[in-house]
């Protein structure tokens, strides 16, 4: 019995620690970079043609462009992106850009809420972008679960930015 009352105090620790994440941790936040051998403007417009984002992120299958505004701020893609033969439609939005130097997307993707700040910068032909990337969720339970995947998510974006720099310097 005693046993029994031991392992019950530490579920109910687990279950009560985990379900206090969600109300301390408000949102997750992370910082990834990348370094690419070629000039901001290059990197810049390579990054900012909506076509060529399937080439480092691989399981986007489609975009397809709902507000295409000038100067981009405001603009709305959907996405259709293969999670493990699961489809999930993510909505994109540009809260910000500018020229060769920012730009900031929203992402909607069902439970999750994703703003990521993408920064250019350029020193002697190397331009250096980098993903200031914070999640939330409108769903408690995922709220509670997302600063446990913390470091996925730092690895899968970290792989997206490898990717985009191997894409650039190779065209």
Not at 49 to 70: A, C, L, M, R, Y
């Amino acid at each position: 019995m005693k046993r029994i009352k031991i392992i019950l105090a530490i579920i109910s620790f687990i279950v009560v620690a985990f379900l206090l994440t969600g109300i301390i941790v408000k949102e997750t936040t992370y910082t990834v970079k990348v370094s690419v051998n070629k000039p901001v403007e290059e990197v810049f417009k390579t990054f900012n043609t909506s076509g060529n984002i399937k080439n480092w992120i691989p399981e986007i299958k489609s975009v397809e462009v709902v507000n295409d505004n000038p100067g981009k701020v405001g603009s709305i893609y959907k996405m259709t992106i293969d999670a493990n033969g699961e489809e999930i439609i993510t909505t994109e939005k540009v809260l910000d850009f500018v020229e060769n130097k920012k730009v900031t997307l929203f992402f909607d993707a069902e439970n999750m809420l994703k703003k990521d700040e993408y920064l250019f910068t350029e020193n002697n032909g190397i331009t250096t972008v980098t993903l200031n990337a914070s999640c939330q969720s409108d769903s408690y339970i995922m709220a509670c679960m997302f600063p446990l995947f913390k470091s996925t998510f730092v690895k899968q974006d970290q792989s997206y930015m490898d990717s985009f720099k191997a894409f650039v310097e190779k065209h």
